[in-house]
């Protein structure tokens, strides 16, 4: 069995198969459907190719089951929360980025912090690690 990724305010399935489906909104309001892989590390992503979103923009991450925008704005606005139940039934919260081309990861389980990814730094004071 393969880990379940769910919508922390609904608790919908956003796995469907090998990928993660998000809706993205952009600041001009455009919105898109993006495709993330559930491997943590793994920075490939899909959408369809009339998506233009350029490097270092910021769009919101919204779970396409329940519109709700997925921030973590008690830890800043450039991160996003789901969950993730482990093929052992384990939950932990995946924090990402939600910058194009920032590849920044967090696994909190059980009060630990694991962090992947080239830009973790700038994220992590808001964890309380330095
Ligand atoms: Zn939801």
Redesign the pocket.
């Given at each position: 069995m393969k880990s379940d990724y769910i919508?922390p305010?609904?608790?919908?399935h956003l796995r469907v198969r090998n990928s993660i489906i998000f809706l993205t909104k952009d600041k001009k309001g455009h919105s898109a459907l993006v495709l993330l892989s559930p491997e943590v590390g793994d920075y490939s992503f899909h959408m369809h190719k009339s998506v233009e979103i350029a490097d270092g923009e910021h769009t919101n991450f919204i779970?396409p089951?329940?519109?709700?925008n997925l921030n973590t704005d008690d830890l800043n606005q450039n991160l996003a929360k789901v969950l993730r139940i482990d093929e052992n039934g384990k939950k932990s919260e995946i924090i990402f980025s939600q910058i194009k081309g920032e590849k920044c990861t967090f696994i909190v389980c059980d009060g630990n912090l694991e962090a992947f990814g080239d830009h973790t730094n700038n994220y992590l004071d808001h964890f309380g690690v330095k």
């Open positions: 919508c305010k609904c608790n919908g779970c089951i329940c519109y709700e």
